[in-house]
């Protein structure tokens, strides 16, 4: 699961997006404050950082420039000041991509999820990941394998996700479950190996791009 913050000092607004793209698969924390927002991304590691302009403490130009001077991570500037030289200016310092209020939440969520792709080094292709014969739709978490798709129960979606996202990258079943799960998960490490399986057979045909590596845990391959 991608991990973003939201900087946003409207209440109501930040509550509502927060609640949205939620719902669409990303872990959000949030601030109001662009002091607090240096400070938690110093402390956390995140995919994509979302920016209000005009912010208690640092403004949104100081904290991007901030940022770019440590981190290389999307960001994006979520705000009310539209004029061109404000755009210019936002794209001059840093910024990934720069939309005006008012937004559409499902805009923002596709822009989000794109940038984190590109980020990766995943191919997007309108808003889609595309992984050899998958086709991923991350705005409606909707999969399909050469043409047909395939129902996954959210916590497999979350370690397709997960794999295609590390690609090459041999990961340890406590490293997937705090990608998939979270921090917070109290469960049992086997519980991956029973997801994996529910997986694999959902994937069918191309489950053969998960791989178990012995005493180590498991890596996606493209071939």
């Avoid at 939309?99 to 792709?117: G, Q, R």
């Avoid at 990608?179 to 490490?189: P, Q």
């Amino acid at each position: 699961m991608s991990k973003i913050l939201l900087a946003e000092d409207d209440i109501l607004l930040r509550n509502i997006t927060t609640a949205f793209l939620t719902k669409n698969g990303l872990e959000v924390d949030t601030t109001d404050n662009g002091n607090e927002a240096c400070q938690m991304v110093e402390k956390n590691q995140y995919d994509c950082i979302v920016l209000d302009i005009m912010m208690p403490g640092k403004d949104g130009w100081s904290v991007c420039k901030f940022i770019r001077s440590k981190y290389d991570v999307p960001v994006i500037f979520l705000t009310a000041l539209g004029d061109e030289s404000d755009i210019i200016e936002g794209y001059e310092i840093g910024a990934d991509e720069y939309v005006t209020k008012p937004f559409s939440t499902k805009v923002l969520l596709l822009k989000i999820n794109a940038l984190i792709s590109r980020y990766k080094g995943l191919m997007v292709k309108d808003g889609r990941i595309v992984a050899n014969e998958i086709i991923i739709e991350p705005a409606r978490r909707r999969v399909t394998i050469e043409g047909k798709e395939i129902k996954l129960a959210p916590k497999e979606y979350d370690l397709l996700i997960c794999f295609i996202e590390n690609k090459g990258i041999v990961l340890t079943r406590n490293q997937l479950l705090d990608k998939a799960w979270g921090e917070d998960f109290d469960g049992y490490d086997r519980s991956v190996d029973t997801h994996i399986k529910k997986l694999r057979a959902a994937l069918g045909s191309a489950s053969y791009h998960i791989e178990t590596v012995i005493k180590s845990g498991y890596i996606w391959k493209d071939v």
